[in-house]
């Protein structure tokens, strides 16, 4: 098992929908759980970071941790089309402040 | 606050060649990070450098990559000679600490490497 697992979509949704992303990670994933939004050709940036089990919102996202299932997800209300993007999901190495990074899943976001 | 830079922005080889990339961490970050992030991927961690220490390099190829960090600011990393299945973009992150696991990576622009 990959340490970060995302489905690599592509994923669209219509503007307005809630757009919902998931990752898995494994044992060798700690305790702080990263989103990075990463537009084409561009760099990643943190768009949500969660650490404690339930949920966490910041604006329109909302990211949820369950420790127990080893699952991450991020919701994104009223999504816009400059929310179209690759979403990466991102764990700390167990005893590392180093990251394992999923794939990455594609939304595009459809006026 | 100025972010992270890195230079080139691209750069087109031929196999065999050799290149060098260069990061200017954000200011007063004590960590730095090399990631490889090759298309339709995650990132993947080559290096990571507090201060001017390595903390961990086991993912880097040791027989055609290296890396330094002087002086604990400025980071290259190299590559010679480079192959085909090295073109990706690299990117260099920084983050102020890492005594915290709630550190947040900045990432710099990146340099996108083409290999022919």
């Known amino acids: 098992q990959k340490e970060v697992e995302q489905n690599s979509g592509p994923l669209s949704v219509p503007e307005g929908a809630i757009a919902s992303l998931n990752c898995t990670y494994s044992?060798?994933?700690?305790?702080?759980f990263f989103w990075y939004r990463q537009y084409s050709g561009k760099s990643p940036e943190l768009i949500m970071s969660i650490y404690s089990n339930g949920d966490k919102e910041d604006g329109r996202f909302t990211a949820q941790l369950n420790k127990a299932s080893q699952y991450v997800s991020l919701l994104i209300r009223d999504s816009q089309p400059s929310d179209s993007a690759t979403y990466l999901c991102?764990?700390?190495?167990?005893?590392?402040?180093?990251?394992?990074f999923g794939t990455g899943t594609r939304l595009t976001v459809i006026p | 606050e100025a972010g992270v830079a890195q230079s080139p922005r691209y750069k087109i080889i031929e196999k065999r060649q050799s290149v060098a990339f260069w990061c200017n961490p954000i200011?007063?970050?004590?960590?730095l990070y090399w990631y490889q992030q090759i298309l339709g991927q995650g990132p993947k961690l080559l290096i990571q450098?507090?201060?001017?220490?390595?903390?961990?390099d086991s993912q880097l190829p040791k027989d055609r990559f290296s890396a330094e960090r002087l002086k604990g600011v400025d980071s290259t990393l190299k590559i010679q000679p480079a192959k085909l299945e090295d073109s990706a973009v690299y990117l260099c992150?920084?983050?102020?600490?890492?005594?915290?696991?709630?550190?947040?990576?900045?990432f710099g622009p990146g340099t996108r490497l083409t290999v022919l």
């Open positions: 044992d060798r994933v700690s305790q702080s």
């Open positions: 200011s007063g970050h004590a960590t």
């Open positions: 992150a920084s983050s102020l600490s890492p005594s915290s696991y709630t550190d947040t990576q900045y």
């Open positions: 991102a764990g700390d190495q167990t005893g590392a402040n180093n990251l394992f």
């Open positions: 450098f507090q201060n001017n220490g390595v903390v961990d």
